[in-house]
C-alpha cells in the first residue's frame, strides 16, 4: 500500500519533470495539479528579474492576483533563501513564494511552493569552485517563521558541495512546516551522493531546483476491536475456510517419488529377463558350496 | 549475504516458536540475584521496646521509610514513597506507630512498628510546600489520645495519633513563615513555636496544646537578616545566624519580649573565617557551630555570654542528644585519625571528661562521617552501653559497638547514576592439581546427586542440596572469563561519587573505591558523578593490560563547571589517573576509534561548544585527524526547541598541546515554540549489532531494513500537554514524532498523534523505534512502533542484476544522498504506564528481540517485539503466519510469565542495562533503582547451548549402558552364529 503510493508520487514527479522540460520556455504560474504537499518547479535563473534582484528582501504580503476576489483567506508569500560558502556570512540566493491558506478552524497552511533562485555570480561561482575542491559545506538557510522572518531563528541545512554537481547544478529542498513556521529544511543532492566524493565541475553553473513542502502526517487511530471480537464470537464455528487446492497442489510431493519408483521398478524388470541367465549360472554355482559348507 | 540472511531468519523462526519463556520455581536465582537497599540515610530513630526485638527505623534520601534490624542491618519491612514524596520527617508515637511526613509538609502517614503495615494517611491543607516540622510529644501519658502537631506552609494541624483524624488546625495568617523551632515546656499544654517570617523578622507564638489557640504572639525584626538556622540553646533562648553567618544573634523571648544581642563570631572564635553553618542539635545551654576547619561547641550562659567548651577539628560529626535522665542528656563525637574514627561519647552535664572512648578501624573507601545517630543500651554490669549508626560519605550506613563494626550496608548503591560492564581476566594457565581434583570430586558428586534428582530416587534433604550446589554454584562466582560470557563486571557509579565493580555470578562487590575527585574539596566544592565510560579494553596485542574505565563528574549544578575526569582500572578499582579539567563538560562521545594503546577516544564537547579530545596524546590527534571531516555532532537545546547539527573544524594552528576543536553549524531544526517543546530524544545504542539488513517477508520477498547509527528520535509535545495526564484536553495535546538523521539533519519521518500527551518512554533499535505514551482520547497508554525501510536497495532483488554484478550491494551508504524511504507504523494499547524501557542485545543480532518494560509496579516485562510489528493484520495471510506474524489486536498482551523479575520488584526502578553475552540466544539484564536486580533471558529460548541442568551424567550413563548392550549382544550373536556353524 505504501510502496504503491510512494511508487505513484514518484511517477508523478517524472511525469511532471517530463512535462516541464518539454514545455521550454513556457514560465507557468501555476502548478499543474493542486497538490498541497507536493509542489515543485524547475527554477530557472534570472527567469524573473523583479526577483533576481540580489537584496534581502523582507517578508512581502500581497494579495495574490491570481486568486479570484472571493478568497480573502488566501494569500501569497515569501521567504528568501540565503546561502554560505564554507565560512563566509550568508547571501541571498532565492525567493520561495507560497500560498498561506487560512482554514477555518484557525489554523494557517503553506501550500503551493514555488522557488526562483538568483543566477549565481562570479564571485559565487568562484566561492563554489573553492568548496568543491576543497569538499566543503554549502550551506543554505530559510527563516523559521514566513510571516515574521526570520521568526525565533533561521533553519539551516548544508551539504557537502561535491554532492550538487551533475550536468548542473542540482538541488532539492524539502521543507518541513507546521502552520507558518518552518521546522526544517532538508538540502541536498537530488539523487545519490556517491563517496568516495569525486571532484566535478558541473557544465553548466546553474541551478536546476526541486521543491517539496511537507506537513506533518497524521498517525492512524489505533485500531480497536469491540465490534470485531464480538463478531467473531458469534460466528466462531465457521472461520474462513481456506481455499481448495488442487489435487496435483496438494499431493506432488508424494506423486513424483512414486512415478520415481515406478520408473524405477520398471526398468528392473525390463533389465530383468537379461540377466536371468547370468544370474542363474551363479546361483548354481553358490549353491552347492553353501550346501558343502552348512554340512 | 542473502543466504545467510535467509538462514538467519530460518534459525528465527525455528526457535521464535514460543512466545514466553517462563521460570520453574526451582530455577529461581539460579542465574538472577536482587539486593535491597534503602538509600543515604537521612533521619535514625531507635526503638528500644522492653519485649527485646531492637529495631531502628530511618527515612532516606531516596525516600524510603525502612525498620531495620539493629543487630544485623537486615531489613524488617521497608516502603519506598517514590520520587516526588519527599520525606521530611520521621518520628514514632505510642511506641507502635511509625509516622513519616512527606510532600512538604502535606502528607502524614502512620506505619504500624512490628510489620510496617499502614495505619492511617492524613492529605493536610498546606498553602505552599514549605519547610516543614513534626512535633511529636513525647511526655504525654500513654492511653491519652496524643496529638501530633504538623507545622508547615504558615499553618499548624493537630491530628489524633490513632487515626490520623485533625482535631484542629491553626492558620497564623503570615506569608513566608517558616518554624524553626517548637519545643513544650515539660508538664504543660503550651506549645512554643519559634520562627522567621521573611528573612529578617522573628516571631514566637505560644499555643493551646488542646484547643490550637494562640495564646500570645510576638514579633521583632531584626535590621542584617537571618540566614534561616536557628537552634534552641535553653527554654527562653534561641540562637540564629545572621544573613552573613559571620554574627550569632543569640534571642531571648522570655515572657514575649524579644531581644536581639548579636556575637561576632571572629570575636568569639580567633581562627573562624568563611561562613558558618549551625547544626542541629537540642543541647541543654550548648550549641553546636560547624566552622570551615571544625565543629566548636558553644555554651550558652546568658543571652549575651557564650563560652567555647571545645573544638573538635575536621573531618568529624556530631550526633543529637540523646536523653538519659531528665537532666543528664548524651551526645557522641566522631573525629577521624586517618584511617582510624576516634569514638566520644559525653554528658552534658560534665563536658571536660568522656564516658566512652573507643577508635575503630575504618576501611579507607567509606570517605569521612556524614552523620551520626546515638542510642544506648543496658550493659550486662547494668551500665550505659552506647552504640552509633554511622552515615559514611559514601552513603554506606554502619553500626559501631564497643569499638567494631557490628555490621555495614552498602547503601550507595541505591543511587546509581550510570554503569558498564566490563569482561573478566582470561583464565590463566597452570591451575593446581589439588584444585582440579577437588572440583572434580565436586563435580561427580554434583552430578551424581544430580542423576539421583533425574531418576526420581533423590530423598528430600538430597533435593535441597541439588538445590543448594545449584544456586551457589562455583562455576557461576569464578573471577574468569566463561565460554558463554555469562561472567562479567557491573562497573557501577554512585551519586556519592563511588565506583563499584559487581560480579554477574552473585551480585557481590568485587572492588569498590570512593573517587578522590568526586569528594568535596577546595577546588571543587559540590562535585557530582555523570557518567562512567570504557575507557581502554584490551584486546589483541594490549592483552596483558587490565581494561579500565572512565568516569566523568562536574563540579558544580551548573553545565559552565569544570569537568572531572578519573579513569579507575576495571580488575582492581586502581585509580590511574584524575584530574579537574580546565572546561566544563557538556556532552561526551566515545568515538569507534582507538589508539596504539587500545585507549578509546573520546570527544568531550565544552560549554562553549569547543570540543576537546581525550587521551591527549599526538598518536590519538594522528589516528582523529584522518577522521575527522566524517565526524558529526549534533546537540539537542531543550529549553530552546532547537536541535543543532555541527561539524569539527579547525581555526587557525591546531595547538598539539590542548587538542581544540571549533565547532561549524550544519542544520539546525527549529520547533515551533507555540506548538511544540521537545519532550524526549532517543538514539541507538552505540554498540548494537545488527545481523543482516535484509528482513525476509511472506512469499519470499525482501524488505531492506534502514539501519542508520546516525537515527534520532524526538518526540515533542504541545506546551500545554506538557504537564501531567490529564492537565490539557484532547483537543489541546498533540504529540509529534520524528526521525531525524544527524549527520545531515534531514527529517526522515515526522508523523502527529492527535490528543496524545507524555511521559514519553522510547528506544531505537536496528530500524524500528517503540515509543509509549497516553492517549487522552482512549484514557489509555499506548505504544506506537515506526519502522523505516530503505527502498534504494529494493532494485537488487533481481537475480539477473546480482548475477549481472550490477547491484548496488557494496557501495557506501552516504547521509548526504537523498534517503529513499518508507515507514510503517502501527500504535497499540498497554495497560502500564511505563518507568523505563530498554531492548535486548545479544552479540550477533541474530537472536530476537524483545522488549524489557520497566512498569510502575517496579517489575520487567519482557514483550516480544513481534507483538510490537507494524505489519500485523487482522486476517494474516499463510504465508504471513508462516512468517511469524501475530493476528493483530488492539492491545499489547501482558502474560504474567514473561515478567523478568518473576515474583520480585526492583523498588524505585530507574534504569534497565542490557549487556551481550558471548552466547548469540542470552542478554544479561541488569535493572537498578533502590534494589538491584540482575538475570540473564533468552528470548528465543537457549537454542545454542544445552540447558545447566541438563544430566551430563544421563548422559555418559546411557551412553555406558548402550555400549554394554552392544558388547552383550554382540557376544551373544557370535555364540549364535557359532552354533549355528556346528550345526
Known sequence: MGSSRGRSLVLFTLSTLLLVSIAGGFQSDELLQDDEEFGLEGGRPAADPALSTPTRPPIRRRPDPDLPSGSPDSKSVQFSLEHQFGGSGFFPAGTFTARLKSWSHGGQTLTKLRFSRNALTEEEKGAFERLLKEDGYYTIRVPSNVLNAPGRDFVISSVRARCIPRESLDEHFIIHTDGVNIVAVNYGSAGACQYPRMLKYPAKWSFTSFTVLKNSEQAPRTPTFAEELLAGEDGLGEGVKPPEKSFWAKYWMYLIPLVFIVLNAMTQAMNMPEEQTAGQSTQAQRTPSTTVRRR | MTIRACLGLMILL??????????????????????????????????????????????????????????????????????????DQVDITLGKYVVTLSSGGSILRAWNLPDGQMIWESILQVSAPSKSLLHVPANMNVGKDNL?????????????????????????????????????????????????????????????????????????????????????????????????????????????????????????????FGKATLLPSKYNGILAVDIASSIVLLRVKGVNELEIIEKIIHPSAISDSLPLSKEQQAFAILQHDESRIHFKVKFDTDLTSEVLKETIQMDGQ????????????????????????????????????QGEIVWSREDGLASIVDSTTSEL???????????????????????????????????????????????????????????????????????????????????????SVLLPVLRKSETCGNPFALNVYQWQVPHHHAMHENPSVLVVGRCGHNFDAPGIFSIVDAYTGKVHNSLVLEHSVRHIMPLPLTDSTEQHLHIVIDNNLHAHLYPKTSDSVKIFLDEMPNIYWYSVEVGKNII???????????????????????????????????????????????????????????????????????????????????????????????????????????????????????????????????????????????????????????????????????????????????????????????????????????????????????????????FLDPRRSVNPTQSEKEEGIIPLTDSLPVVPQSYVTHALQVEGLRGIVTTPAKLESTTLVFSYGVDLFFTRIAPSRTYDSLTEDFSYALLLLTIVALVAALLVTWALSEKKELREKWR
Open chain 2, 14 to 87: 525455528l526457535f521464535s516458536s514460543t512466545i514466553s519463556t517462563a521460570l520453574f520455581e526451582d530455577q529461581v536465582g539460579l542465574a538472577d540475584w536482587h539486593q535491597k537497599y534503602i538509600g543515604k540515610v537521612k533521619h535514625a530513630i531507635f526503638h528500644t521496646q522492653k519485649t527485646g526485638r531492637k529495631r531502628v527505623v530511618v527515612s532516606t534520601e531516596e525516600n524510603v521509610v525502612a525498620s531495620l534490624d539493629l543487630r544485623t542491618g537486615d531489613i524488617f519491612w521497608r516502603h519506598v514513597l517514590g520520587e516526588i514524596d519527599r520525606i
Open chain 2, 148 to 272: 501530633i502537631l504538623v507545622f508547615g506552609g504558615s499553618s499548624i494541624h493537630a491530628l489524633s495519633s490513632t487515626d490520623g483524624q485533625i482535631v484542629w488546625r491553626k492558620e497564623l495568617s503570615t506569608n513566608s513563615l517558616e518554624i524553626q523551632q517548637v519545643f513544650q515546656p515539660h508538664d504543660s499544654d503550651i506549645i512554643y513555636a519559634l520562627g522567621f517570617i521573611g528573612s529578617s523578622e522573628f516571631v514566637a507564638y505560644y499555643v493551646n496544646y488542646k484547643t490550637g489557640e494562640v495564646l500570645q504572639q510576638s514579633k521583632a525584626s531584626f535590621k542584617s537578616g537571618f540566614c534561616g538556622e536557628a537552634s534552641l540553646a535553653s527554654d527562653d533562648v534561641i540562637v540564629a545566624l545572621d544573613a552573613s553567618r559571620t554574627y550569632l544573634v543569640s534571642i531571648s523571648f522570655r515572657n514575649g519580649v524579644i531581644n536581639f544581642q548579636q556575637i561576632y563570631i571572629p570575636d568569639l572564635i580567633p581562627e573562624f
Open chain 2, 366 to 401: 567509606r570517605g569521612n562521617v556524614e552523620k551520626v545517630f546515638i542510642n544506648n543500651y543496658i550493659r550486662t554490669d547494668r551500665t550505659h552501653g552506647f552504640r552509633v549508626l554511622v552515615v559514611m560519605e559514601d552513603h554506606s550506613l554502619l553500626l559501631v559497638q
Open chain 2, 425 to 511: 581476566p582470561v583464565e590463566k594457565e597452570g591451575v593446581s592439581v589439588a584444585e582440579v581434583e577437588h572440583s572434580l570430586f565436586e563435580w561427580l558428586k554434583g552430578h551424581f546427586l544430580k542423576l539421583k534428582g533425574t531418576l526420581m530416587l533423590a530423598s528430600p534433604d538430597e533435593v535441597a542440596a541439588i538445590q543448594a550446589i545449584r544456586l551457589k554454584s562455583f562455576e557461576k562466582n569464578k573471577m574468569t572469563r566463561d565460554h558463554n560470557g555469562f561472567r562479567k563486571l557491573i562497573i557501577v557509579l554512585t551519586r556519592a561519587g563511588k565506583v563499584l565493580a559487581l560480579h554477574t555470578g552473585d551480585g557481590r562487590i568485587v572492588w
Open chain 2, 644 to 866: 543543532k547539527g555541527y561539524s569539527l573544524e579547525i581555526k587557525g594552528e591546531l595547538d598539539m598541546a590542548e587538542n581544540v576543536f571549533q565547532p561549524k553549524e550544519l542544520w539546525s531544526i527549529v520547533f515551533p515554540s507555540k506548538s511544540e517543546t521537545i519532550a524526549l530524544t532517543a538514539t541507538r545504542k552505540m554498540n548494537e549489532i545488527v545481523h543482516t539488513q535484509a528482513k525476509i517477508i511472506a512469499d519470499q520477498d525482501v524488505m531492506y531494513k534502514y539501519i542508520s547509527k546516525n537515527i534520532l528520535f524526538v518526540a515533542t509535545v504541545a506546551p500545554k500537554a506538557s504537564g501531567e495526564i490529564g492537565s490539557a484536553t484532547p483537543e489541546e495535546a498533540w504529540l509529534y514524532a520524528y526521525l531525524i538523521d544527524t549527520v545531515s539533519g534531514r527529517i526522515l519521518h515526522r508523523v502527529a498523534h492527535q490528543g496524545a500527551q507524555g511521559p514519553i518512554h522510547a528506544v531505537v533499535s536496528e530500524n524500528w523505534v517503540v515509543y509509549h505514551y497516553f492517549n487522552l482520547r482512549a484514557h489509555r497508554h499506548e505504544m506506537s512502533v515506526i519502522e523505516i525501510y530503505d527502498q534504494s536497495r529494493e532494485d537488487n532483488k533481481d537475480v539477473w542484476k546480482l548475477v549481472l554484478g550490477k547491484h548496488n550491494l557494496t557501495t557506501p551508504i552516504s547521509s548526504y544522498s537523498k534517503p529513499d524511504v518508507t515507514v510503517k507504523s502501527q500504535s497499540y494499547f498497554f495497560t502500564h504506564s511505563v518507568k523505563s524501557m530498554a531492548v535486548t542485545a545479544t552479540a550477533k543480532g541474530i537472536t530476537s528481540k524483545q522488549l524489557l518494560i520497566g512498569t510502575i509496579g517496579d517489575q520487567v516485562l519482557a514483550l516480544d517485539k513481534r
